[in-house]
T-cell receptor, first 116, second 114 residues
Framework: AQSVTQPDIHITVSEGASLELRCNYSYGATPYLFWYVQSPGQGLQLLLKYFSGDTLVQGIKGFEAEFKRSQSSFNLRKPSVHWSDAAEYFCAVGRGSGGSNYKLTFGKGTLLTVNP | GAVVSQHPSWVICKSGTSVKIECRSLDFQATTMFWYRQFPKQSLMLMATSNEGSKATYEQGVEKDKFLINHASLTLSTLTVTSAHPEDSSFYIC??????????FGEGSRLTVL
């Protein structure tokens, strides 16, 4: 079974500082990899995804993530954090061919606090 | 990006009553939708996979008679919490599959059972 680990429950950074959120996964094949962001009381917004190809993917809001197969990691990065980036971030792994056999498994999330 | 809408955004009901939550894909057709439950400060847990025109597939431990799912059209799935109790209070989120492997999420529905 697939699993997703986000080692950091809570991270605090200063506005303007760089950010890296860690994500490790366990899955036998090459997975679909995602990062979502959730503001309090809201649904999830997709930041970026990796299906295949270039291992460095660019997303919205200035985020990027790098797929490293050897480390089973898909860490999220941003060079300069803005106060509006404060939210909960979820890494997710998808498996299945699509349709009813598709399963998306989420990590436990990392709460990002941004200090002024 | 694609738009998935949930309604209602929040609902308060009395214990023993039933509550229906709708999930609509507004600009694409989705043969498969998913329902998740999220407890405070926790991750999303998949409850069931909703398949258009057929029965939903429930995850282990989810009571299918308690959480009724209907996917009557390619743009609408509904989750009905039957005979709700306070322990059913939670944040329910749906998602719809636009393309293989790509899900779009609704805004979530907060249920409070008194």
């Amino acid at each position: 079974a697939q699993s997703v680990t986000q080692p950091d429950i809570h991270i605090t950074v200063s506005e303007g500082a760089s950010l890296e959120l860690r994500c490790n996964y366990s899955y036998g094949a090459t997975p679909y990899l995602f990062w979502y962001v959730q503001s309090p009381g809201q649904g999830l917004q997709l930041l970026l995804k990796y299906f295949s190809g270039d291992t460095l993917v660019q997303g919205i809001k200035g985020f990027e993530a790098e797929f490293k197969r050897s480390q089973s990691s898909f860490n999220l990065r941003k060079p300069s954090v803005h106060w509006s980036d404060a939210a909960e971030y979820f890494c997710a792994v998808g498996r299945g061919s699509g349709g009813s056999n598709y399963k998306l498994t989420f990590g436990k999330g990392t709460l990002l606090t941004v200090n002024p | 990006g694609a738009v998935v809408s949930q309604h209602p955004s929040w609902v308060i009901c009395k214990s023993g009553t039933s509550v229906k939550i709708e999930c609509r894909s507004l600009d694409f057709q989705a043969t498969t939708m998913f329902w998740y439950r999220q407890f405070p400060k926790q991750s999303l847990m998949l409850m069931a996979t909703s398949n258009e025109g057929s029965k939903a597939t429930y995850e282990q431990g989810v009571e299918k008679d308690k959480f009724l799912i209907n996917h009557a059209s390619l743009t609408l799935s509904t989750l009905t919490v039957t005979s709700a109790h306070p322990e059913d209070s939670s944040f329910y989120i749906c998602s719809a599959m636009k393309r293989p492997g790509e899900l779009f999420f609704g805004e979530g529905s907060r249920l409070t059972v008194l």
